[in-house]
């Protein structure tokens, strides 16, 4: 899997899923060191989280720990969860487009996204 630093848009709806749990906030040391890499989901946009540039494959999915969702540009509303491991660390930001099509884009403003039932 290609590692790669987040992008602006990718970052910030981290950091928005992210301050949806309680007493929890990134260092500037997570914003700096976070790798990602694409996960293979149809191109819906899915990312596999390295905290600290780590590249633990045995990492395995613990529990969702936030959760927002959006409109993509075609209007179908994607789901945007943030997914924990097995010791509470950073483990996938999993996007599922309603339709099961490609996304098209992460929103850049923290306005378009919207918490609580889809």
């Not at 928005?16 to 976070?34: T, V």
């Not at 946009?45 to 540039?53: N, Q, T, V, Y």
Request: with cysteine; glycine share 8%; charged share 25%.
């Amino acid at each position: 899997m290609l590692l790669r630093s987040p992008s602006t848009p990718e970052l910030m709806l981290l950091e928005y899923l992210i301050s949806g749990i309680a007493n929890w906030r990134p260092s500037e040391k997570m914003r700096e060191n976070l790798k990602v890499g694409a996960m293979n989901d149809g191109r819906m946009g899915s990312l596999r989280l390295f905290p600290s540039g780590s590249e633990d494959q045995n990492a395995q999915f613990g529990k969702c720990a936030s959760a927002c969702h959006f409109t993509d540009e075609d209007g179908v509303e994607i789901i945007a969860s943030l997914n924990l491991d097995q010791y509470g660390n950073l483990y996938e930001l999993d996007l599922w487009k309603t339709d099961f099509g490609k996304l098209i884009r992460i929103p850049e403003n923290k306005n378009e996204l919207r918490r609580g039932e889809t």
